[in-house]
């Protein structure tokens, strides 16, 4: 890659998501268009000295992209687009599983005219209360990803002898700032795309079970008709909201991840080993779930008891499959993250066969 590509590759690491490509090819056409201009007037070919001159007087990276940005938001540009998306099809899904969930509940009970209005007006309430809570989570994560991620890079001065660039922060000697040169760009890696739609679907329903396992945990079990009151047994067992924090902990890195990826519009090998590792976690809790004690809470005594015109035959189903389920879950979770690990590490030998670009 010539410094050109380098330059814009840069500059896009600044630009919103969606006028990227344009503004990239804008900027393109106009530096080829100055250097040959500049060539033609010099009346020689153009050199690498040429295009240094050139790059520096038409800008550092991040004051081009922010030349072409509105001013900054409490959600700014380049994360308001995948924050609206989000929003749209976050809070949709959540509200209509939620409804579908305790409006079978509510419909199935034999209640009175005024205790069913009373029944439904305390469940459009709870379903309002997590969609506040859902919006509000979504927008302080997006909120500190703003403040994290910006269009401008974050500087820090610390004592060092040289600039030091790491995980998107710039880091430089106090005192002047140092001169900037274009021949410090970095390399552009040849990079994989990803499906958008797959990665705003996976933070939607990550999203969901978050809320879901952490503030709805009461839908996920058994309701039934007892007496004419409504009954719930629980499925889950104490053991399972046991591994809850560590759950939350990789769904919420997942999410962060999902959004950079957004961000920057593809893979690159910190984002990839990142991923890597969230999936190595992910193997190591599922076996210490799939291996430890049941996770399911109900058993075919306790259903009875809740339910005794239930048979038996019909109490050991209700007991087997959602034990069978969770076992065939956790193994096609453990399956499909080697699968997906293996197809990383062939990645990244790949890349490290590749003889090195001129």
């Not at 700014?76 to 409804?99: D, E, K, M, N, R």
Request: some cysteine.
């Amino acid at each position: 890659m010539n410094l050109i590509d380098r330059y814009i590759a840069e500059v896009g690491k600044h630009l919103t998501l969606r006028n990227r490509a344009d503004i990239q090819k804008e900027i393109h056409s106009t530096l080829q268009d100055m250097l040959e201009d500049q060539a033609g007037q010099a009346g020689r070919e153009p050199d690498e000295a040429m295009l240094v001159k050139l790059l520096k007087e038409f800008g550092r990276p991040e004051d081009v992209a922010a030349s072409y940005l509105p001013e900054r938001q409490l959600i700014g540009p380049q994360l308001y687009p995948i924050f609206s998306l989000v929003c749209w099809v976050a809070l949709p899904v959540l509200a209509a599983v939620l409804l579908i969930v305790t409006g079978i509940g509510v419909f199935t009970a034999n209640l009175t005219p005024v205790a069913l209005l009373k029944e439904i007006g305390q469940m459009l309430l709870q379903v309002g209360s997590a969609l506040v809570s859902a919006f509000g989570s979504i927008v302080i994560t997006f909120a500190i990803l703003e403040r994290v991620f910006g269009t401008k890079e974050i500087k820090t001065r610390v004592r060092v002898g040289k600039l030091e660039h790491m995980a998107g922060l710039t880091f430089q000697v106090e005192g002047e700032e140092k001169d900037w040169d274009p021949r410090d760009l970095p390399e552009v890696e040849d990079v994989e795309k990803f499906s958008i739609p797959g990665l705003v679907a996976e933070i939607v329903f990550t999203v969901i079970a978050i809320l879901i396992f952490n503030f709805f945990p009461r839908i996920i079990g058994y309701g039934f008709l007892l007496n004419e009151h409504w009954t719930f047994l629980p499925l889950l067992s104490d053991t399972f909201f046991g591994y809850l924090p560590y759950l939350n902990g990789l769904w919420g890195l997942q999410i962060v991840l999902n959004l950079v990826l957004l961000r920057q519009g593809h893979w690159a090998t910190t984002t990839r080993w990142l991923r890597f590792t969230l999936l190595v976690l992910g193997i190591i809790l599922a076996a210490f779930m799939l291996a430890g004690p049941d996770l399911v809470a109900s058993s075919a005594a306790s259903i009875s008891v809740a339910w005794p015109d239930l048979s038996s035959e019909a109490a050991n189903i209700l007991t087997l499959i959602p034990r069978i389920l969770v076992k065939v879950a956790l193994g096609l979770s453990i399956l499909s993250s080697g699968v997906e690990l293996l197809k990383i590490l062939l990645h990244q030998v790949n890349r490290l066969n590749l003889p090195d670009k001129v």
